[in-house]
């Protein structure tokens, strides 16, 4: 099987992690002697966000967060630390549908299908191949330098939560695969992946004996279980709404060629009235406008690195009749100057 890539369903101004994860990261990191001040510059969160057991955090924000905790810690296994405390409680009603299952095959079939409402960048893919039962990382971000953390901290944090409930017997026998490569810090995967690691691999997976999938689960209580499947199941809705209309916008928005649709015809092609689009659009926190502006920065940045043409050029691909106004754009959206953009890729 060749190797599998991002699918890049998402943009990174996305929000697809809940912000209780990164409060718990922000708690790490001052407990590992780092600024929670610090942590949070040049993340666009607010420190209530952290708080608030119902808010979000974007992928641009998270990664910054994680940027920002690894340079306060000097802890490059700090995403194993992490995964560590992604206990099953701290999922909330995801972790009681998980510790109420039946057995560990329900358990897992719980994960797979609800975990995206936790972290959307991400889909988990549960099956058994011969002896093996398989649990399966594919991302839709492309993660880059940051992968090891956050594949560390996904699959820690599924081990450990297996450790809990049931000791190390899961993981006697299995394998983990790994896409990257082995890094400096291996020694602090030994206590959950022992020495059965494959570095380099095509996916990240993890792998365990088929014998244990149907093992009972010592808190199994199936009323429970339904009551907080129910409610994982109306938070799968609700993003899975969000996805579509959000995703149809953007689409559009990406695919127009010669002049970009406006929101009227936008509206139009959804057989909605503008006033409703907009407030289906803020209902989800974005706007029009939002994503009419990540569009354009995407694109100006792909065509500042892809291609020859001017900076005039490409502010008049882009709709701006006046460069300096593209460039004002292009300084907010980025930070730097398109001339300056184009330098540093």
């Known amino acids: 099987m060749g190797k599998r890539v991002a699918r890049n369903l998402y943009s990174p ?29 040049g993340t666009g969160i607010r ?126 026998g299995g394998m983990t695969h790994l896409s990257y490569p082995q890094p400096d810090y291996v020694e602090h995967y030994r206590p959950f992946f022992r020495d059965q690691m494959e570095f380099e691999q095509p996916l990240n997976q993890l792998r365990f004996s088929a014998q244990f999938l149907q093992l009972p689960m010592a808190m199994a209580n199936p009323v429970a279980r339904q009551l907080a499947e129910r409610e994982c199941e109306e938070q799968l809705r609700e993003l899975q709404d969000k996805e579509s209309l959000v995703a149809q916008v953007r689409q559009m928005l990406e695919n127009s060629e010669d002049r970009i649709p406006s929101m009227d015809e936008i509206a139009d092609s959804l057989c909605v009235t503008p006033r409703t689009l907009r407030r289906q659009l803020q209902s989800f926190d974005t706007s029009y406008q939002d994503l009419l502006t990540e569009v354009l920065c995407q694109r100006a940045q792909h065509l500042l690195l892809s291609t020859n043409h001017t900076v005039e050029e490409i502010a008049s691909q882009l709709g701006y009749q006046d460069p300096s106004n593209f460039g004002r754009a292009f300084r907010r959206w980025t930070g730097l100057s398109p001339s300056e953009f184009r330098q540093r890729g």
Do not use: C, W
């Open 13 to 41: 101004k996305d929000e697809v992690v809940l912000s209780h994860y990164g409060e718990i990261l922000r708690q790490l990191v001052v407990e590992r002697g780092g600024n929670g001040e610090r942590l949070l510059e």
């Open 47 to 172: 420190p209530a966000v952290l708080s608030n057991a119902e808010g979000r955090l974007s992928y641009q924000q998270f990664s910054s967060l994680i940027r920002n905790a690894l340079r306060e810690t000097h802890e490059p296994a700090l995403g194993v630390f992490f995964g560590q405390r992604l206990n099953p409680m701290t999922h909330g009603v995801l972790g009681q549908a998980v510790m109420t299952a039946s057995t560990i095959q329900q358990a897992l079939e719980i994960v797979v299908k609800y975990y995206k409402t936790r972290f959307s960048a991400i889909t988990l893919n549960f099956r058994v191949e011969g002896n093996f039962a398989v649990l399966q990382l594919d991302e839709h971000i492309n993660f880059g330098e940051l992968k090891p953390f956050i594949v560390e901290m996904l699959f820690v944090s599924i081990i450990e939560g297996a450790l809990v409930l049931f000791g190390p017997r899961l993981t006697e």
